[in-house]
């Protein structure tokens, strides 16, 4: 079989769609699918998926992959040699072993219902919003799991006796994912990958495992929760039923961990992805570094059992693209999200106007679930352009706050450069097609962005990690970034360097203008 007929496959479950992917050796898309399914948003602040639909949609897009593969002249069943797996973090699933059927919806990374719990154990314990930030480098807040956890326990009739009896398991979506595909109620693997569990608030950042004393204090048992493994090892095989059987699972990790493999950062490295949130993580080599300016303390991946692990930090923002969707979907400025670019470049700038997309609170830096979307600046001058540029502004504004405290937190003495001593961000994710997008983060960050030929490398770092288990590929081939770097799109600042601060001023001012809204009257 020649280097040509080798194929690893690539389950990327993000938080709108699932898309699977077969790379070939040289890690060429040969065949892919997406499917979206449904959002649910029971009151406002909540948002939820339906387990089982996950599970279908991975079902489909791995038929249909292997259908367009294969009519691509690729004989990917008798060349595929693993499976990789990333998934949205955070979301929340309880399941029955017994039924196989989950025991409530998913409840997704960005719902804000667990605010109450939040005061809650702030005001109950000594160390406040920052108890836990020892152990596992989060900060209490309604992103992480341990706390959808909580308000499944205390709000799903029957649940806690189903954990007494040991029927009722928890998992983020690669558990749910790992514990379909390998048979389900018949001997399904219950396990989880170390990116994953470090963003469950649970595990701690240095033994590597559930943290006895944080589950103890939550009231969480440990016999709910899955085994935490490596991100590139043998995890088992996919079990009869599915449209592919017989494979290796090897590869598995959070989304944006995945998209820091596929960007190939090595420490000193940052890279931001644009989705419906956007995540900006910063790999800070073997070391835990402490944040004293908002951002989160965790693992950026660890390539194997016996490998070293990276840590990170990491600025995570709710809404980025999920701005541009509200534009389309709920004002119909735009009737697709591509039409955002031609709008905003009507106009040379936003006519002073300001957008703060704080639609469910404020993640990295700030940490406000009181503050609410704020629109300022508007004058009769303003039209639907200025909007439609203001709302590209603020993704670039957020992106720039968390890069700003991760040069306050890690020092610049080691961080990477690019042989003119510039500070090179990397970015991928859907909206990075937009280049009007790409240039305003250049302009207000004042360095270069660098796009790579294949934005969605997040996919990618999947393959990669699920390759390296198996020897289709190795660290050399996933981390030969100046090749990369000479097929990207480099994006160079143009912004006069007041303008700039002024600029950073004004969206500073505004975001201000945001906080202490959650309980404006309905």
């Given at each position: 079989m020649s280097d040509s007929e080798v194929f690893i496959g690539s389950i990327d479950q993000g938080t709108t769609s699932t898309r699977f992917i077969f790379y070939d050796r040289f890690a060429r898309a040969v065949g892919s699918h997406q499917v979206e399914f449904t959002q649910f948003y029971p009151q406002a602040g909540w948002v939820e998926h339906d387990p089982m639909e996950i599970v279908e949609s991975v079902r489909i897009c791995m038929a249909r992959a292997l259908d367009k593969a294969t009519a691509n002249g690729h004989n990917v069943d008798s060349g595929l040699k693993a499976i990789g797996i990333t998934n949205q973090r955070e979301t929340t699933v309880v399941w029955s072993k017994s039924t196989g059927l989950p025991l409530y919806n998913a409840i997704v990374w960005m719902d804000a219902r667990t605010s109450s719990i939040c005061r809650k154990l702030e005001k109950e314990l000594p160390g406040g919003r920052t108890h836990f930030v020892e152990s596992c480098g989060l900060p209490i807040s309604t992103y992480f799991s341990a706390l959808k956890l909580l308000w499944l326990l205390d709000n799903v009739e029957g649940l806690n006796e189903a954990v007494k009896k040991g029927d009722a398991i928890f998992g983020t979506?690669?558990?749910?994912?790992?514990?379909?595909?390998?048979?389900?109620?018949?001997?399904?693997?219950?396990?989880?990958?170390?990116?994953?569990?470090?963003?469950?608030?649970?595990?701690?950042?240095?033994?590597?495992?559930?943290?006895?004393?944080?589950?103890?204090?939550?009231?969480?048992?440990?016999?709910?929760?899955?085994?935490?493994?490596?991100?590139?090892?043998?995890?088992?095989?996919?079990?009869?039923?599915?449209?592919?059987?017989?494979?290796?699972?090897?590869?598995?990790?959070?989304?944006?961990?995945?998209?820091?493999?596929?960007?190939?950062?090595?420490?000193?490295?940052?890279?931001?992805?644009?989705?419906?949130?956007?995540?900006?993580?910063?790999?800070?080599?073997?070391?835990?570094?402490?944040?004293?300016?908002?951002?989160?303390?965790?693992?950026?991946?660890?390539?194997?059992?016996?490998?070293?692990?990276?840590?990170?930090?990491?600025?995570?923002?709710?809404?980025?693209?999920?701005?541009?969707?509200?534009?389309?979907?709920?004002?119909?400025?735009?009737?697709?999200?591509?039409?955002?670019?031609?709008?905003?470049?009507?106009?040379?700038?936003?006519?002073?106007?300001?957008?703060?997309?704080?639609?469910?609170?404020?993640?990295?830096?700030?940490?406000?679930?009181?503050?609410?979307?704020?629109?300022?600046?508007?004058?009769?001058?303003?039209?639907?352009?200025?909007?439609?540029?203001?709302?590209?502004?603020?993704?670039?504004?957020?992106?720039?706050?968390?890069?700003?405290?991760?040069?306050?937190?890690?020092?610049?003495?080691d961080e990477a450069k690019s042989d003119k001593t510039e500070f090179l961000l990397r970015v991928d994710g859907g909206a990075t097609i937009n280049n009007l997008l790409m240039q305003i983060q250049a302009d207000l960050l004042g360095s270069s962005v660098v796009r790579p030929a294949d934005i969605e490398t997040t996919a990618l770092g999947a393959a990669y990690a699920a390759g390296l288990a198996v020897g289709v590929y190795t660290e050399n081939d996933i981390f030969a970034s100046g090749e990369k770097l000479k097929q990207a799109t480099i994006f160079k600042p143009v912004l006069e360097e007041e303008l700039r601060k002024k600029k950073a001023d004004s969206w500073c001012r505004a975001v201000s203008r945001s906080f202490d809204l959650a309980d404006l009257s309905l």
């Open positions: 979506i690669d558990t749910w994912l790992i514990w379909n595909l390998t048979g389900g109620v018949e001997k399904g693997l219950h396990v989880t990958d170390i990116s994953n569990a470090s963003r469950t608030m649970l595990m701690n950042l240095k033994t590597l495992d559930w943290d006895k004393s944080t589950l103890d204090t939550l009231g969480i048992s440990a016999k709910m929760l899955p085994k935490i493994i490596s991100n590139s090892e043998i995890i088992g095989n996919i079990a009869k039923g599915w449209p592919i059987t017989g494979i290796p699972i090897s590869g598995c990790l959070g989304d944006q961990h995945a998209a820091m493999v596929g960007q190939s950062c090595r420490k000193g490295e940052a890279k931001s992805t644009y989705g419906t949130g956007a995540f900006i993580l910063l790999n800070t080599g073997e070391e835990v570094v402490k944040s004293n300016h908002g951002l989160l303390s965790t693992v950026a991946y660890k390539l194997g059992p016996k490998a070293p692990v990276n840590y990170a930090l990491e600025g995570s923002i709710a809404i980025a693209g999920a701005a541009v969707q509200w534009l389309r979907d709920s004002l119909g400025i735009i009737s697709s999200a591509s039409e955002i670019e031609e709008l905003a470049s009507k106009v040379s700038s936003t006519g002073g106007v300001y957008f703060v997309p704080a639609f469910n609170g404020l993640f990295a830096p700030w940490w406000r679930d009181d503050a609410r979307g704020v629109c300022i600046g508007i004058t009769r001058f303003t039209n639907k352009s200025h909007i439609a540029r203001a709302v590209l502004e603020s993704m670039c504004f957020q992106v720039k706050d968390v890069l700003d405290s991760m040069h306050k937190d890690a020092g610049t003495k």
